[in-house]
Nanobody, 120 residues
Framework: QVQLVESGGGLVQPGGSLRLSCAASGRIFSRDVMGWYRQAPGKEREQVALITSTGSTNYEYFVKGRFTISRDNDKNTVYLQMISLKPEDTAVYYC??????????????WGQGTQVTVSS
């Protein structure tokens, strides 16, 4: 099975920065899409950013240029560099691996999450 372990979360003041990392182990395919999601208390989990094996990225509107997703295929690790953090960014951030084997055969693997708290 694919196992994902997030790290790098913590408490930071507004305007600060954090760099999240997600180390993947197990069977990882080169074409797998990796990404970051987040979930605040009382809210649904939402997509933050995605990155393909070739480096193509997709960001949600609320990032507004503050977050950067990257991956190291040799290390099977995906990163999320966050700057200019706001209190509204407070959430549990989850690492995700999405695998598409074929039509109707798609799988998602999730990490346990890392807490990011932005507060003064």
């Amino acid at each position: 099975q694919v196992q994902l372990v997030e790290s790098g979360g913590g408490l930071v003041q507004p305007g600060g920065s954090l760099r999240l990392s997600c180390a993947a182990s197990g069977r990882i395919f080169s074409r797998d899409v990796m990404g970051w999601y987040r979930q605040a208390p009382g809210k649904e989990r939402e997509q933050v950013a995605l990155i393909t094996s070739t480096g193509s990225t997709n960001y949600e509107y609320f990032v507004k240029g503050r977050f950067t997703i990257s991956r190291d295929n040799d290390k099977n690790t995906v990163y999320l560099q966050m700057i200019s953090l706001k209190p509204e960014d407070t959430a549990v951030y989850y690492c995700n691996v999405h695998r598409s084997v074929g039509p109707g055969y798609e799988y998602d693997y999730w990490g346990q999450g890392t807490q990011v708290t932005v507060s003064s």
